[in-house]
């Protein structure tokens, strides 16, 4: 998420709601950038009902009046016209917002659809294998594989008839080959998808790579003394027991809970500081190290700098030379505005082409090798993808989510276990080792309450793989 004035960005579901358009009500009036915070702006595009885009995410706008909107949590933001009637910005908390223009990019208007016009029926869809880039990645036919060409007519017409809304990229590699993979809303193989807290198992990752070339002695590392603040406000000798170990599995015992509206250290408040790191630090402890599991990510920050500060690098130049490098990834092809501080808008999330989150998939699908060579070590992986802790009653390896997913099949319902990197949206690197299968999932329907990836992998792909299984 991001924190900046326009506090209806926040708190609004991702999708949009489509208006019943009025002589007093024309959203294509609306339609422009507009000035948010200073030095940002957002843009209103007229698509299937109006929304908001900023960073790239969809937020929608239900009509209430006459040049009058409001969020799904109910807060009015009137626009404002002049002498001709033209639109001129809208106010939002006694301030307003001036319209700079009545234009918007073309990535945000391909945010209006799932695909161009004329192009955007199932009836139209024709099912291609991926292509060939040369990139590392095998590529081959559904149709011959345990997934089947139903598979994908099944889930882009799902897509394209709205059933599962918002869904950026589809990316599905069995037995070795990547089989799928389809772009909607005007992604394309080529352009960077914000992963937010996916982001979270690219740090975990590195600090396993600083462990493995001894940066780090281990999990056991105690963080402290590798930090170099010269005090830390609420006192409490527990502090001195943090370890590695405990931040990468939510564990540290500090009161930081980005899921419950008191605590101190939920990432709103982290995300204000100057220093997100030392205000992690800061806070009081809750619990013994190691022993209970919250949903921190004023911590994933802390490991972030503690692998830093051992590497003597900036985490984005060692993540290109000991990750994305010897996978085949360009530096200009992603995107990491790493700071640490409130003056990073984008709350340190990495930008990664669906594509190269595959890579990820498949280095930690194959025990941390990639086509023969060791990027980080097959021990470091089977920990991450253990049980450390349990986080929101799920288990948890390191900065990685194990849940399970209910099936419903002929016989009942079955859970099948899956690791997965996952961020808010509906960003998603599934890890399913009992049908080989690495599944990469983008989409925009932030702060919603589920997301469609979850569903699609329930209904669609795993009872496909389960049946194949069975014939």
């Given at each position: 998420m991001r924190s900046l004035s326009l506090a209806l960005m926040l708190v609004m579901l991702g999708g949009s709601v489509r208006a019943q358009e009025t002589p007093a009500l024309r959203l294509s009036d609306y339609v422009g950038t507009y000035t948010d915070a200073p030095g940002h702006t957002l843009e209103i595009v007229d698509g299937d009902g109006l929304f908001a885009v900023l960073d790239e995410a969809k937020y929608a706008l239900r009509p209430s009046g006459v040049d009058q909107f409001t969020t799904i949590t109910g807060q009015t933001i009137p626009f404002r016209?002049?002498?001709?009637?033209?639109?001129?910005?809208?106010?939002?908390?006694?301030?307003?917002?001036?319209?700079?223009?009545?234009?918007?990019?073309?990535?945000?208007?391909?945010?209006?659809?799932?695909?161009?016009?004329?192009?955007?029926?199932?009836?139209?869809?024709?099912?291609?294998?991926?292509?060939?880039?040369?990139?590392?990645?095998?590529?081959?036919?559904?149709?011959?594989?345990?997934?089947?060409?139903?598979?994908?007519?099944?889930?882009?017409?799902?897509?394209?008839?709205?059933?599962?809304?918002?869904?950026?990229?589809?990316?599905?590699?069995?037995?070795?080959?990547?089989?799928?993979?389809?772009?909607?809303?005007?992604?394309?193989?080529?352009?960077?998808?914000?992963?937010?807290?996916?982001?979270?198992?690219?740090?975990?990752?590195?600090?396993?790579?600083?462990?493995?070339?001894?940066?780090?002695?281990?999990?056991?590392?105690?963080?402290?003394?590798?930090?170099?603040?010269?005090?830390?406000?609420?006192?409490?000798?527990?502090?001195?027991?943090?370890?590695?170990?405990?931040?990468?599995?939510?564990?540290?015992?500090?009161?930081?809970?980005d899921h419950s509206s008191t605590s101190p250290g939920r990432e709103t408040v982290i995300h204000d500081a100057p220093d997100w790191v030392k205000a992690t630090l800061d806070l009081p402890m809750i619990a013994e190290p190691g022993t209970k599991g919250y949903y921190c990510s004023g911590g994933v920050a802390v490991v972030g700098r503690l692998t830093e500060n051992a590497v003597h690098m900036r985490l984005p130049e060692f993540a290109q030379a000991n990750l994305f490098g010897p996978l085949g990834i360009s530096r200009a092809d992603w995107v990491w505005n790493y700071d640490l501080t409130n003056a990073d808008k984008e709350y340190s999330q990495i930008h990664l082409r669906p594509r190269d989150m595959l890579k990820i998939g498949i280095l930690f699908a194959h025990g941390g090798r990639w086509h023969g060579l060791q990027v980080i070590s097959t021990s470091w992986v089977r920990a991450s993808l253990a049980e450390q802790s349990h986080v929101d009653n799920v288990s948890y390896g390191y900065f990685w989510w194990r849940p399970w997913l209910n099936v419903e099949t002929p016989g009942g319902s079955e859970h099948v276990d899956v690791v997965a990197a996952q961020g808010n949206g509906g960003q998603k690197i599934y890890l399913v080792p009992q049908y080989d299968l690495v599944a990469v999932f983008t989409a925009g329907g932030y702060n919603a309450e589920s997301t469609p990836p979850n569903t699609m992998m329930a209904k669609i792909v795993l009872p496909a793989l389960m049946a194949a299984t069975k014939r």
């Amino acid at each position: 998420m991001r924190s900046l004035s326009l506090a209806l960005m926040l708190v609004m579901l991702g999708g949009s709601v489509r208006a019943q358009e009025t002589p007093a009500l024309r959203l294509s009036d609306y339609v422009g950038t507009y000035t948010d915070a200073p030095g940002h702006t957002l843009e209103i595009v007229d698509g299937d009902g109006l929304f908001a885009v900023l960073d790239e995410a969809k937020y929608a706008l239900r009509p209430s009046g006459v040049d009058q909107f409001t969020t799904i949590t109910g807060q009015t933001i009137p626009f404002r016209r002049d002498a001709n009637g033209r639109v001129t910005g809208y106010e939002q908390d006694g301030k307003f917002h001036p319209r700079v223009s009545p234009t918007i990019t073309p990535e945000s208007a391909g945010l209006a659809r799932p695909r161009p016009q004329g192009q955007d029926s199932a009836l139209d869809y024709r099912y291609h294998p991926p292509a060939d880039l040369h990139d590392g990645i095998a590529v081959g036919d559904i149709a011959r594989s345990d997934l089947g060409a139903a598979t994908a007519d099944a889930i882009v017409r799902g897509v394209l008839d709205g059933t599962y809304k918002d869904v950026h990229s589809i990316l599905l590699y069995q037995h070795g080959k990547l089989v799928m993979e389809e772009y909607f809303y005007g992604y394309s193989v080529q352009r960077p998808h914000q992963l937010r807290s996916a982001t979270k198992s690219i740090v975990s990752t590195l600090a396993g790579i600083a462990v493995d070339r001894g940066a780090l002695s281990g999990t056991g590392e105690a963080v402290l003394p590798q930090m170099g603040y010269a005090s830390y406000a609420n006192p409490d000798p527990r502090k001195a027991a943090m370890t590695l170990g405990n931040f990468l599995s939510m564990s540290s015992g500090l009161d930081c809970n980005d899921h419950s509206s008191t605590s101190p250290g939920r990432e709103t408040v982290i995300h204000d500081a100057p220093d997100w790191v030392k205000a992690t630090l800061d806070l009081p402890m809750i619990a013994e190290p190691g022993t209970k599991g919250y949903y921190c990510s004023g911590g994933v920050a802390v490991v972030g700098r503690l692998t830093e500060n051992a590497v003597h690098m900036r985490l984005p130049e060692f993540a290109q030379a000991n990750l994305f490098g010897p996978l085949g990834i360009s530096r200009a092809d992603w995107v990491w505005n790493y700071d640490l501080t409130n003056a990073d808008k984008e709350y340190s999330q990495i930008h990664l082409r669906p594509r190269d989150m595959l890579k990820i998939g498949i280095l930690f699908a194959h025990g941390g090798r990639w086509h023969g060579l060791q990027v980080i070590s097959t021990s470091w992986v089977r920990a991450s993808l253990a049980e450390q802790s349990h986080v929101d009653n799920v288990s948890y390896g390191y900065f990685w989510w194990r849940p399970w997913l209910n099936v419903e099949t002929p016989g009942g319902s079955e859970h099948v276990d899956v690791v997965a990197a996952q961020g808010n949206g509906g960003q998603k690197i599934y890890l399913v080792p009992q049908y080989d299968l690495v599944a990469v999932f983008t989409a925009g329907g932030y702060n919603a309450e589920s997301t469609p990836p979850n569903t699609m992998m329930a209904k669609i792909v795993l009872p496909a793989l389960m049946a194949a299984t069975k014939r």
